[in-house]
């Protein structure tokens, strides 16, 4: 019941940052749309499989940061979030860089997304190859979505703009994947330990047989092959 609290009032919220974000936009309607895509298709996904493929606790937590972050760029534009002033102006960057703290969360995020997912449905465990792989994700990822602001671009000149956020940066695209790459490491170098203990609420730790069997174990049952 307490978990089910947890993850009903990060619903709340989020859908009233959503709301929130969606009333009188600073850019245009289609830049908002754009910016607040992922989680209009995450939340569905994440309704139907609650019951059915329970997610921890953390990596609720991290879903519900990200969108709202995705949110706030949405309702501003990220070249026009006001946190990004303010960082701009107290650090002397020449830019907003609001962007960037969405790309640390671009692999922040969903290091820990992909290294829960990849350890409850594949042969991986903990150790170098499920890390690799859990920082490969929100890269290749990261990499897909700068084809997709690319694509926007071309077909939608002046909307896509705001969707860019690149402000006259060169490398922009290129600083943007690599945040994304800090962040994946900066997450699982932090929370790996934190969410081997969130998970275990959710199920019982993988269990291998002789390395040939790949299970999980129910609380309350046997070993699943």
């Known amino acids: 019941m307490a978990a089910k609290k947890y993850h009903l ?5 989020v859908v009233a940052v959503f709301l929130w974000s969606g009333i009188e936009v600073q850019d245009t309607r289609f830049t908002w749309f754009l910016e607040v895509l992922p989680f209009i298709i995450a939340l569905p996904l994440l309704v139907f499989t609650y019951k059915r493929f329970p997610l921890s606790n953390v990596m609720y937590a991290l879903i519900a ?40 969360m671009q692999g922040f995020g ?10 409850r449905t594949s042969p991986l465990r903990p150790g170098k190859w499920l890390a690799f792989m859990a920082i490969s994700v929100p890269l290749a990822f990261s990499a897909f979505y700068e084809i997709i602001e690319w694509a926007m ?46 998970l275990e609420k959710v199920i019982a730790l993988p269990v291998s047989g002789a390395g040939v069997s790949f299970g999980y174990r129910e609380r309350g049952q046997g070993p699943r092959r």
Not at 65 to 88: R, T
Not at 159 to 186: N, P
């Open 110 to 119: 969903p290091a820990i997304y992909a290294r829960e997912i990849l350890w």
């Open 153 to 198: 671009s071309a077909i939608y000149n002046t909307d896509a703009e705001a969707f860019l956020g690149t402000q006259g940066y060169i490398w922009d695209t290129q600083t943007d994947m690599f945040y994304c790459l800090i962040g994946s490491a900066a997450a699982l170098s932090m929370l790996s330990k934190l969410h081997d203990r969130s």
């Open 65 to 104: 940061i990200h969108a709202v972050i995705l949110m706030v760029g949405g309702h501003y534009s990220y070249a026009k979030v006001p946190l990004g002033f303010w960082c701009q102006e107290w650090f002397g960057w020449t830019r907003n860089n609001y962007d960037k703290i969405g790309h640390l």
């Open 9 to 13: 009032i990060l619903s709340l919220l």
